[in-house]
């Protein structure tokens, strides 16, 4: 058992509801406390000096300056196991260049694909690392990483195989997910379904033999893969006992319903989504994920997490960091612009980093400061929570606690 503190406030984020709008006045904001721990969890969230009169011999480990702690993060999308890099995606998209003139002089998706596929494992493993410590250090402990830059099966696993390795390496939470269905590739022999039947057929069965993923993506889109080949393509995944998560609504609408007729855990972009889907979306228990980091990335709109939340929704916010259009990969900096172009409270964005998008990721044991929850915790050098969000990203954390350690 150890006592942490004492911090001018906590944020335990308890006792708040899974789905719908949130006020600031519903957060519970302890002053002046300290977190008591035993074996990564948490025990207690309460006043300093009575935790310290409560538990006497119980170790202190004693904060440095005026602090205040809150949960740690979810990033639950993101694409970070890749190779090569776009900035001249990003400059010539600036200048006007289409989709197609980018994808003509040798960028767009088919770049990452060929980088991905020229490097090795190891090499992929260790950029991967660096990018999971920068998440860790902006005090997101459980991450969610896609593959889907291999599109053909040794790559695919390559990817995985980088990933679960990368678990061994960091005691950060790692949510491998196959994206093997990311767009038809470019050298695939055979149509979009053809293509879908291969991954069902030959790539799904050994990522399940080798336990590298339990989640499925797709992306439906236009340019990927329709809605009717894809609902049958997560039909399938989800019998073979996998996960399932959606690219959904990015440019045109039409997927989430997709994803919540098939029962997906989760439906994410939805800078498309038309009102009669929001509805729909947000009846469901399938977490609507805005990713504003491909938002900014592609000068687009905003998911519309106002109308979601106010529907009901599950709303979580993630990075989707990726090296095309989300390549920042600042969860609080997104999530904090996201929230002045919403309209969104910080009580809503906050649980949309925290609670909600670990409930997207299938865990309810994390995201909130209350007893029997793990212990994973952000401090700032702060006297006032607001202050993180106020600064949108420009405040970083001055400790990240993982299971009770700091990191
Ligand atoms: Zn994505």
Redesign the pocket.
Known sequence: MKIIGPFKQVVTLADLPLRGSLKDEQLEIIENAGILIESCKIVKVDNFETLRKEFPNVTLEETEGEQIAMPAFTDC?T?ICFAGNRANDFSMRNAGKTYLEIAESGGGIWSSVKHTREATEEELHKTLCTRIDDLVRQGITTIEI?SGYGLKLDCELKMLRAINHAKEKTPAKLIPTCLAAHMKPKDFNGDSEEYLNYVLEYVLPVVQEEHLAERVDI?IEKSAFQPEESKAFLERAKAMGFEITV?ADQFTPGSSRVAVECGAKSA??LEATSDEDIDYLAKSNTVAVA?PG?SIGLGDSFAPARKILDAGGILAIAT?W?PGS?PMGKLVTQASILATFQKLSTAEVLAGITFRSAYALGFEDRGVLSEGKRADMVCYKTDNYQNVLYRQGALEPCAVYIKGEKY
């Open positions: 999308h694409h896609k992306f690219h994410d972009h990713l491909a989707d990726n989300a």
